[in-house]
């Protein structure tokens, strides 16, 4: 028992002062190797060494994604109000002035209309640096709108995520954001438009629970924090210690539910080409499968005809329904 | 606040038993397991058949062990999913009893995905074209809640409260002290009231002298009359007017634009 708390803190000994990762200097925060800000640009913000992938901001994003001077911003003049007067430690007005220098943002999503990989797209964009990615009134309604631009553009949704959940300083208003991103979510979906999102290191809570799991395909990048509930709150409920990664991408994978944990080198080409699968869809000409009023679910009816019509519908347009590629048969 | 979490409050089993002596309860998910945190199942109001879903917390300990404090995991919502799309399927109008501190935190609701389950259903209830009422009870805690009242109409018992996350929480992530709590309940807006003002709930039902708990029957009284009222009043549109007026609601929360811009 000694020799093991030994052997840890031996292993724990070359470690680092944390540090965000604005301050990382010549050395990854994680394997604590020697890399160069350059480097680390050049490699899109991920450490050269251990992989490990730093936050981006919205702006460095949207450059990795949005294809050169494609970028046309969407609902960016909306600003946020103070609609509770809330006042914690300090005021909301305060947090969010702050946020803005910081940030030069004005709220924690950036939504615009841009090219990917030369296909077009509604492209939306969080910022964990502008209070905590979280989403109020303003996130919501930018979301809103950009769905809004989607459907009349008839272009695909993307939205990268990076949100501590709902934000509390606009109080019940933003839990109604949830339900507000889930009822623009229908719409698009009415108008058989794609919506890939791709989760990012954290995204919980609110965010997690409403238009980020809605989406068709659900990628994620290493080692990212997806859960609902923060795990200092699991860890207080529980009153057991988590295993480092759970709740990491990698663990939503193996639990079912994700689609895909993406290197950021890969992301762009991978949305790009899930994206032309999934419009591809559109172009097949299936006809919808009508009910047919001589087949009924009759108790005792003849068995053979069942088959029959099984038969003859595998032969025509749902071949498909037997594990059997329509292409591969013959026509006859 | 400390009324709308006492022990004795009527649950919703409680305006179940009192409202509706026909109830046939519905278990389980069919996928993995049967939440009593969430119960559910059909019942005759008003003469016809109406599908109720609710939080249930437990009077006793006994009671909120077996019921997990009335925290959700992944299976409840699922069967919530499935009784509102039975309901849907033989037209019948839902009714939602809220009354949760929030979806469970746990390691098994993460991995079952809580998330998902939670957005899901808030997908669900947003495609429903039967009229949808969800009576806020007691307590109205977070995303866990709100899962069950993307509805036509959202009532709440006067006593009752609705926030984006309990104060506890809330306190403890902007304070970094749980201590904060009667401040942050303070500032979050999240009694009845305050929900009326800012246009996220449609009615406050006032509760019998001394608050619900002295007079369950009574207050359920109160309830039933409302959700006659609220169901009347929905059932007279038409089930596509009624889905985009329930849209409009939802896209109109925020006050930043009309309610249908860029729709």
């Known amino acids: 028992m000694n020799e093991q708390v030994t052997v840890q803190i031996t292993s724990k000994e070359p470690a680092a002062p944390e540090g965000p990762p604005e301050t ?70 305060d947090r969010l002035a702050e946020a803005h220098l910081e940030t030069g943002l004005s709220e924690a999503m950036l939504t615009g209309l841009c ?92 965010v997690l629970a409403s238009f980020a799991t809605l989406a068709d395909v659900m990628l ?61 869809g559109v172009r097949c000409d299936f006809e919808p499968v009508r009910p047919d009023p001589e087949v009924v679910p009759r108790g005792g009816g003849p068995l053979a005809q069942a088959v029959a019509r099984a038969k003859e519908l595998s032969l025509s347009s749902r071949g498909w329904l037997f594990g059997t590629d329509p292409q591969d048969r013959d026509p006859t | 606040m400390q009324l709308a979490r006492r022990q004795d409050r009527p649950l919703a089993l409680d305006y179940i038993k009192h409202t509706f002596p026909d109830f046939a309860e519905l278990h389980g998910d069919r996928l993995r397991g049967d939440d009593p945190a969430i119960v559910g199942g059909m019942a005759t109001l008003d003469g016809r058949t109406i599908m109720i879903v609710g939080q249930q917390k437990g009077h006793d300990l006994k009671e909120r062990q077996l019921r997990n404090f009335g925290m959700p995991r992944p299976e409840g919502y699922r069967k919530a999913q499935r009784l509102v799309l039975l309901a849907q399927k033989f037209q019948m ?105 800012l246009g996220v709930i449609d009615v406050v039902i006032p509760e019998p002298r001394k608050g619900a708990h002295k007079h369950h029957r009574a207050t359920a009284k109160v309830v039933a009359r409302q959700v006659e009222a609220g169901l009347r009043e929905i059932e007279a549109i038409s089930p596509d007017e009624r889905l985009r007026a329930r849209r409009r609601k939802f896209l109109a929360m925020g006050m930043l634009a009309p309610a249908d811009a860029g729709f």
Not at chain 1, 224 to 229: C, G, K, N, V, Y
Not at chain 1, 236 to 260: M, N, V
């Open chain 2, 93 to 197: 109008p839902v009714l939602t009893l809220v009354d949760t501190p929030g979806a469970f935190p746990g390691v098994d609701a993460e991995e079952a995905g809580q998330a998902g389950a939670i957005s899901r259903t808030l997908q669900v209830f947003a495609g429903l074209t039967v009229p949808t009422v969800a009576v806020v009870i007691g307590e109205g805690g977070s995303g866990g809640a709100l899962a069950l009242a993307l509805c036509d109409r959202v009532y709440m018992l006067e006593n009752a409260i609705y926030s984006v996350s309990s104060p506890e929480a809330c306190s403890a992530i902007l304070w970094r002290d749980a201590a904060q709590a009667p401040q942050a309940a303070e500032a979050l807006r999240l009694t009845a009231l305050d929900l009326y003002r």
């Open chain 1, 220 to 280: 994620a990048e290493p080692g990212a924090l997806l859960l609902f509930t923060g795990p200092r709150v699991i860890e207080q409920t529980t009153r057991e210690k988590l295993p480092p990664d759970f709740g990491r991408s990698e663990s939503s994978l193996a639990h079912g539910q994700i689609d895909l944990v993406v290197q950021r080198r890969d992301l762009k080409q991978q949305v790009a080409q899930l994206l032309a699968l999934l419009e591809g």
């Open chain 1, 24 to 93: 990382l200097g010549p050395r990854c925060s994680e394997c604590h190797a020697p890399v160069t800000a350059q480097q680390l640009e050049a490699a899109l913000s991920v450490c050269p060494h251990c992989g490990h992938h730093f936050p981006l901001n919205a702006a460095e994003r949207v450059a990795q994604l949005a294809d050169p001077g494609t970028w046309r911003e969407v609902a960016g003049d909306l600003q946020p109000s103070d609609p509770l007067d809330f006042y914690d430690s300090r005021a909301y007005v």
């Open chain 1, 115 to 206: 090219r990917l990989a030369g296909r077009r797209v509604a492209l939306g964009v969080m910022d964990f640096r502008f209070l905590g990615g979280s989403m109020g009134s303003v996130v919501g309604e930018r979301f809103s709108q950009l769905v809004a631009s989607a459907i009349d553009e008839g272009v695909p949704l993307v939205v990268v995520t990076a949100s501590g959940g709902a934000r509390m300083q606009e109080g019940i208003l933003s839990l109604m954001q949830m339900a507000k991103t889930v009822v623009a979510l229908d719409m698009l979906a009415e108008h058989s438009l794609p919506f890939i999102s791709v989760l990012t290191d954290p995204t919980t809570g609110g």
